[in-house]
């Protein structure tokens, strides 16, 4: 086993894994800054992805890291109604670590950028007591699509996800209490918490839809959520048991003595695609888009219900309560 | 004296220092992305500034963080002979620092941001165990001018730098010993380290001069960066001790036993402009830009020399020799 010696080395593996020639990509690494071709508006979004704050060695794997980091930014860009068109990457790394762990992590996030057809053109590196990532990612609108915004619902408006909400949250809790071997029991939550599988098709058939008033990412939980992606002045009434809550989801509300509903609600991670229309036209979009629920409908009034009773909530990195 | 408690606080206090509002931005913080107006081309360039590995605490005011953070980004912007446009902020923020230090490093990031009139469009926020910012800058060309690019030189070519080499390097020796008491004894390089003095105008000059073959941003020293800046093959002759070192510079290198110029070349963080051009060009330039100096020549042969001796060296932030 052999580490990585010197910058060289790890442009070497970052060449092996993310090739550089791409329709966007004027000049990739190696400059000052990369050169982009752009089209007339673009939407840009970056995402800390750190050890012990967003994800634990002891049960990610090196690809898991690799891909989760590039994934939850991507889930931003999804969440405008928009496709992405690139990253670049910023990468601190103790210098303790074996090179094949490095090859892995990059692998999984090659994987990743191929998914969307993403080249990474540039960032740096630095030695760091923990691994850390910071990516930024940019996109433009899907073909005859539009960015969707937040705070442009409607009171009336239906509310609707893309995503097993809560399924995330499920698998955070089984992998903190049992590492890895939480896989076997709890397979569709654990794959979630460790890398979650986007929504590109929904996201572009969505940002084709005028009467689809605005999208979200939903990462933080619908309680947090929801609050956030409504005009202000209005509120959410909303009631998810329609939504066929994951078997394990259920299961471990249960273990946690929570409500399903409310387990999933508080969410986290879901990376979860959140959006607002006219009734109608969810019910029309529930038979086009396997995976899409509705959620509730948006009120005149602020305040968040879930199966009428108030819900408040939700994660915040310094609060100390 | 009271911390921040949550990030609603962290948004607060940088709603104060970066205005939103800015012809480039459509959207600014708030909604899973940005949406940003863009030229049809771009520059972007993303850097690293952490606790204990590019400042110290002990040495750095909270101001000279967020200044030299957003800095060194641009730098490498004005290095691409690109205008600044905009930037985005990763923050890892230990939770036992003051409002009030935060405060101030944001007041000294808004310096710099409004110096060169750029929007902070978005970011992300964790704790974390050190101060670690994350800046992604972007830019265009400046009007009239083009990107100018690494690895274009020509045999013959003249080498100059717009910058004072080697005093940023001068300073970090001056403040590693005595801290900020060695303000006194060498108030021009430690504050240079602190946060160097940009050149807007030169790189606007000099990227409207077809003639001008390629800029770069000098930030690992001369001895390191040079090689990158030449077209594959050649080398460089290079003689500085015309460019009127630094007094602080000088001292500082006869104090550490080296001569003037070779601690000069070896530099680091000088954050100038390495370009080359034609002889005559470069005589004329330097007529109109104080603080141009011609450096040396390109040369058909790979290698670098400094007043005939060759040199090696430079900094990796992973070599273990």
Redesign the interface.
């Known amino acids: 086993m052999s580490r990585?010696?010197?910058?060289?080395?790890?442009l070497d593996l970052i060449a092996r894994h993310f090739p550089e020639s791409h329709p966007h990509v004027?000049?990739g690494r190696?400059?000052?800054?990369?050169?982009?071709?752009?089209?007339?508006?673009?939407?840009?979004?970056?995402?800390?992805f750190?050890e012990d704050?967003?994800f634990r060695r002891a049960y990610f794997e090196p690809e898991d890291i690799g891909r989760k980091s590039l994934a939850v930014n991507v889930s931003?860009?999804l969440?405008?109604g928009?496709r992405p068109l690139g990253f670049?990457?910023?990468l601190?790394?103790p210098?303790d670590i074996e090179a094949e762990w490095w090859e892995r992590l990059f692998a999984g996030m090659g994987e990743i950028a191929a998914l969307h057809g993403l080249p990474l053109?540039?960032?740096?590196?630095?030695?760091?007591?923990?691994v850390?990532l910071?990516l930024?990612v940019?996109?433009e609108p899907w073909p005859g699509g539009e960015?969707k915004?937040?705070g442009k619902t409607r009171p009336g408006d239906a509310l609707f996800v893309v995503g097993p909400v809560g399924l995330a949250r499920a698998g955070l809790l089984a992998l903190e209490e049992k590492g890895r071997a939480a896989m076997a029991d709890f397979p569709s939550a654990t794959a979630w918490h460790l890398c979650p599988t986007l929504f590109p098709s929904a996201s572009e058939l969505l940002a084709r839809e005028p009467e689809v008033r605005g999208l979200?990412?939903v990462s933080d939980g619908l309680a947090q959520d929801v609050p956030r992606f409504l005009a202000p002045g209005q509120g959410a009434a909303l009631a998810i048991a329609g939504c066929d809550l994951h078997p394990e989801t259920v299961a471990k509300a249960q273990a946690a003595g929570q409500p399903p509903s409310l387990f999933a609600a508080l969410g986290g991670e879901d990376y979860a695609l959140l959006g607002a229309a006219p009734t109608p036209l969810v019910a029309e979009l529930s038979a086009r888009l396997p995976g899409l629920c509705r959620i509730g409908a948006v009120t005149d009034k602020p305040g968040l219900t879930l199966d009428g009773t108030p819900l408040g909530g939700g994660f915040?990195?310094?609060?100390?309560d």
């Open positions: 990585l010696r010197s910058e060289e080395d790890f004027i000049l190696g400059d000052d800054c990369a050169l982009l071709r752009c089209p007339a508006e673009i939407c840009l979004t970056t995402d800390l750190l704050r967003h931003d860009v969440g405008m928009a670049s990457l910023c601190t790394a210098t053109v540039g960032g740096d590196l630095s030695a760091g007591d923990g850390g910071a930024t940019w996109g960015f915004r937040r979200m990412d915040d990195h310094f609060r100390e």
